[in-house]
């Protein structure tokens, strides 16, 4: 099946430090990658919807100068979060849409997420 | 009013017993349904997609679909201990575009041996 990978599991950063996230589809050109943010309990919020080849589109309330995204190849999309802050810790987590079964209307293929800390 | 209502649990059930989860929403135009499982730390895994109303069953899930009431359900039959995760739902209308899918909050599931 799909599968998108997504780097690093876990880190721990120092406030005011910047973060690299990565997401790479595996065994699918992924033309569009979703970023979500999660808190504890609470549902997926997206963030910003990356395009290979143009800009990220943000949602409402999104700071695309701290939240940084590149879509850079067919297979690869990264998040940044720059200057970090306490209340950036948070679970990140990429999906593509479709899976390598189902095509575009199967679903989303979520990445593993990113549990980022911020001291 | 949230577009998807989603009861957070936590919902405690005995080894082999039926899951019962569902979701409400209230915009109409929603005609995709899925329901993801999520481990604790992990991305969420699709289980079910379905379109429109009706039932759909894959092993020991059933999906059902009920656009009339705006309602839609997970059954999970034989639970097993590794069947604890949450679950949530998600949908979105053929209109919206593909990252529009609106999540519930997700329900906590825990099978006890």
């Known amino acids: 099946g799909a599968v998108v990978s997504q780097h690093p599991s876990w880190v721990i950063c120092k406030s005011g430090t910047s973060v690299k996230i990565e997401c790479r589809s595996l065994d699918f050109q992924a033309t569009t990658m979703f970023w979500y943010r999660q808190f504890p309990k609470q549902s997926l919020m997206l963030m910003a919807t990356s395009n290979e080849g143009s800009k990220a589109t943000y949602e409402q309330g999104v700071e695309k100068d701290k939240f940084l995204i590149n879509h850079a190849s067919l297979t690869l999309s990264t998040l940044t979060v720059t200057s970090a802050h306490p209340e950036d810790s948070s679970f990140y987590i990429c999906?593509?849409?479709?899976?390598?079964?189902?095509?575009?209307?199967?679903?989303?293929?979520f990445g593993s997420g990113t549990r980022l800390t911020v001291v | 009013q949230k577009e998807v209502e989603q009861d957070p649990g936590p919902l405690s059930v005995p080894e082999g017993a039926i899951v019962s989860l569902n979701c409400t929403y209230s915009?109409?135009?929603?005609?995709?349904f899925m329901w993801y499982r999520q481990y604790s730390r992990k991305g969420p895994e699709l289980l079910m997609y379905?379109?429109?109303?009706g039932n759909k069953e894959d092993g020991r899930f059933t999906a059902q679909v009920d656009k009339s009431s705006k309602y839609i359900s997970l059954f999970i039959r034989d639970s097993q201990p590794s069947d604890s995760a949450t679950y949530l739902c998600?949908?979105?209308?053929?209109?919206?575009?593909?990252?529009?899918?609106?999540f519930g909050a997700g329900t906590q599931v825990v099978v006890t041996p």
């Open positions: 999906s593509a849409p479709g899976t390598a079964t189902r095509g575009p209307l199967g679903g989303y293929t």
């Open positions: 379905t379109y429109s109303s």
């Open positions: 915009n109409s135009a929603f005609q995709y």
């Open positions: 998600a949908m979105r209308s053929p209109g919206d575009s593909w990252g529009k899918l609106q």
